[in-house]
Structure formats: C-alpha cells, structure tokens
C-alpha cells in the first residue's frame, strides 16, 4: 500500500507523461479476444481427429461475414468440408457429401440461427471456399462457392433466401475449385469472377498414396498435376462468358492454386490480381486495361519468397501496412517457412520485408492458411492474425513436430516499422486448439472493434470477438455504387486524419478461400474528426468528403455523398 502523499505524486508523474508523450506509447493496452460462440448462439467446435491421409481431406475452408438482409448485422457463412464415406455414400454431385454452406443469420439479439434450409441453400458437394458480389447490382449480396466437382452461385432473392443459378449462369467449373475472388475488371459496373484451382484428383478413385512426408503415409501436391484456373466475364444479364484464355490468366501450366485476391497494385485505378499457387511462384496479374492480363510475378517479385524460393502459399492479403499510398501482399505460407510480406514501393518492385518486421520468426514452423491485416487497436496501423494448423493428424505421432492443432500468431504494429509477436495475451490461445483454415473479417457485434469468424478442420468455426479496449476512435464506411457495381468491390479510399493518410480496397474474396466484411475500417488513434476521406469508385471517378465525423458507421452513395451515419458506442477506456 502507498502512502497518499507519494500515491498523489506518482499520479502527477503519471499525468505529466500522458501530456508530453505519444497516445500510442501512453494509452496502449493489449490486444484481446475471446472466443464467443456459447453467448452469441453457435455450436462450439469439439476434438476432432478423423484420419487426413488424402488432399481432399486436408485442405478445406473458408468462411464469409457479410450481411444477407440488410439489417446492419454481418451474418456467417461457411464453406462446410465433407468426408470420404459421406461423399461417396450417394451418386451424383448434386446429392453426394454434405450442403455446400451453412448459412447462419444474426438476429436483433446479436445470436446467430442456422438458417441454411429455410434460404435455400440446399446443394451439396465438398466445399472449399466462398466469396461475395452483388453480381446484378440489386443491392443484395449473392454468394459464390468453390468446392471439389461442384461450385455454386447463389442469388439472393431478399431475406437471406437464395435462389440456386449456377447452372444458368455458367460459372460452375468442375474439377477441385479452390479460390474465388470477383472484381469489375473492364470497368463496365457489373463484377467478374475469378477462380482458382488446386491439383487434380479423382475422389471417387483415390489410388494408393505414393508420397510421404517424414515418414507418414501421406498424400501431398509435390509433383501431382495442377489444375488451370478461371476468368468470367459478367455479361450484365446474369450470365456470365468464360473469358481465361483471352484474358491470360487462365494458368496453363497448371500451377496449383489456393487463395486469390484483388487489387490495384500500381495505382492506375485497375484491379490487378494476385494468385497464391502451392509450392509454384504466385501468379501477379497486371491489368493491361483491353482485357487482357500480363504476369508480373517474377519481374516484381512478388512470385517467390525473398530467398527466391517458391513457397507453399495458402492465404493471400493486399493492404497498405506502411502507410505509403501503396498495396503490399503477404501470403500465408506452409511449415518452416515463414510467412512473406512483400513491401511494394512503386518503383522498384517488392521486396519480402517479412524478417525485417519481425513477422517471420514466429510464424515459422506453424502451417498457415487464414491471414489478414486489420487495426484490431484502432491506432491507426494495421495489425496482423494468422491462422495455422497442419494437414496430417498423424503428425501428433512424431516427437518433436509441430501439431496438427496449431495456434494462431498475433502481431501489433508498433508503429515504428515492426510488429510485436502480441499471441500470448490476446486470448486466442486459451481454448483448446484447432487445425483452422481460412478467416473472415469484420466489425460482428457493431462496436467499432474489428472481429474475425475462423474455419476449424472438420468442425464448426469459432467467432472471436475482438474486446481490446480504449486505443482509439475509429470509423466504418459502407459504400454504396450507383455507376459502378453496386457494392462497390474494387474502391479504393483514402482517409487522412491527424495528418495520416490510410488507404484501403473492397475485397471480394482474400485471406484463405474467405470473405470479410465490405464494409471499410479505419482507426484513427486520438483523431475525432477526419479532414479528408477521398473515395475512387471502381469506375475511375473520385468523390472527396472533408471533416467526417469518427466514431460511425457512414454509408456513402456514389455521387451523393454520406446518406445516412450509425453511431458507434464510445470508445471503452483502459
Ligand atoms: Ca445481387
Ligand atoms: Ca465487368
Ligand atoms: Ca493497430
Ligand atoms: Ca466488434
């Protein structure tokens, strides 16, 4: 115990370092998380440990946050992953393994109900991934899936009810579909799709495994044949026309392909395309602008790891970490192999800072799926969570390997150019632990604190609501095309604040075969009003709002400026 006379002089000191030091330094608290399934409604995910000798077994899964109804509430939606027996049990695509998502809506309450039968969503098959679009600009976001020997389209008819279009829309694509991403990439206001593929294999004919891995009898995608990957052009009638081949990007050589994402990375208001391939170089697709793409991975360097080796990516990321005006790309990557973050820097290409900024080292031995950058702390930088989790059960059976049940790693950005390894406070790690896949973004429970919904192998995901407290305002943004597509996938905005500028894209589609919320986060550290926010629609044209409010959710119209504001609770205090 103090005595009060030296408690009241410490409390002056204290005081006085408030007033003379930064917010960053003084007020930061850790971050935290805590998994919220029990109280938000959702089955929690149990032990699992069903044998994963085959591809087909270990690969799985993404999960969506996107709002079904327009209430204002995100509602999740997961890629489920099948078995063997239950695959095999029934003939046909459409009747063999399980429903290709689960569909749960949020209510009022904040509690989530599966609503899968009652919208509709009845097809089966073996899921992998999932994305989301307004692909006919209804105002309503329509669901896209990929899976071994089956995607699907779903139209959302209103109420979270869907309508099953894929065949009439032409974007199924057989073989084992992995990453889905959409973008308008000729500009026209109607999003394209683009879909990745993994090896090929032919389920119902498993053969015997010729590979292992240290021992295990195990198959792997070493040497197996790759698949080719897809390109759709949205013809704006709810068809849409195969346009790979003429647009280059449609992978004839077969490299094997996992997580996709968007984004204008030389700043010509165009959406590029990066493409994660397993053990290849990642393709980087440059937008020539007639429709067609070029292969700038290897000039860029974006294709390979900084040691120049091709690495096993999984989850792919584009966001501007630095806070210089430009996209950097990180990819998820397999066991003993760090995670790469190439830095973009608009001359001279990327360069894989992932060692400089202290993201490597902890990242290394885990195999990594689900990534993504987002400012957990509203400080106005961009932190990081990976997911992780190996792909043989039996690896639990050699001494001293990494698990099959990995945990997630968890970086702050400190703001002077690294991150800090901030897993073991964050409350991540506190259940039992899973094999997780891809993860999903976005603010769940609308208190201005990004949280994320992560896919477990073979289990239900688990939602981690993101309970940090007291690090800053922050502000949301929903924006709303009118010329461009309607949900604007492909806008860019840039907000400055405290004379710091911060720019993201709407992405349809990243982190591992995964889809996080459209709607655009910044935090804005003591910041509680932002001089400028400048909005480049997917068309081209840049609408600039000045002295927005923080501490909102602003939808923002093309052309009409913010339409309507929902405020966010006050921030929390330490
Ligand atoms: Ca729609
Ligand atoms: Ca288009
Ligand atoms: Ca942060
Ligand atoms: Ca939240």
Redesign the pocket.
Known sequence: MLKPGLRMRLSLIALWLLSVTPLAFTQASPLHFHSANKELGLPVPGPESSEKKYIIQQMSGGVALFDCDNDGRLDIAVANDSTLDRYRSESGRKDGGDPLITLYHQGADGKFTDITKAAGLTRKGWSMGISVADYDNDGLLDIYVTGYNGNALYHNLGNCKFEDVTDKAGVDVGGFATGSGW??????????LFVSRYIHSDVLNLGKITTNYKGLEAEAPWGMRGESDFLF??R?NGTFEDVSKKAGVNDPEGHIGLGVVWGDYDNDGWPDLYVANDTEPNYLYRNKHDGTFEDIALLSGAAVSGEGKAMGSMGVDAADVFHEGWLDLTVATFGYQAIELHRYNGTDGYSDVTWAVKTGQPTFRWVKWGLGFVDFDNDGWLDLVVAAGHIYTAIDTLPGEPAYREPFVLFRNNGKGSFDDASSASGLNDDPLQSRRGIAFGDINNDGNIDFVVFNQSQPPTVFLNDTKGNGHRVLFKLEGTKS?RAAIGARITVTAGGVRQMSEVKAGNSYLSQSDLRQHFGLGKETKIAKVEIRWPNGNIETLTDVAADAIHTVVEGKGITHSTPLPAVPAN
């Not at 973008?183 to 394209?192: I, K, L, M, N, P």
């Open positions: 973008a308008d990439y000729d500009r026209d206001g109607y999003v394209d052009h949205n704006g597509n």
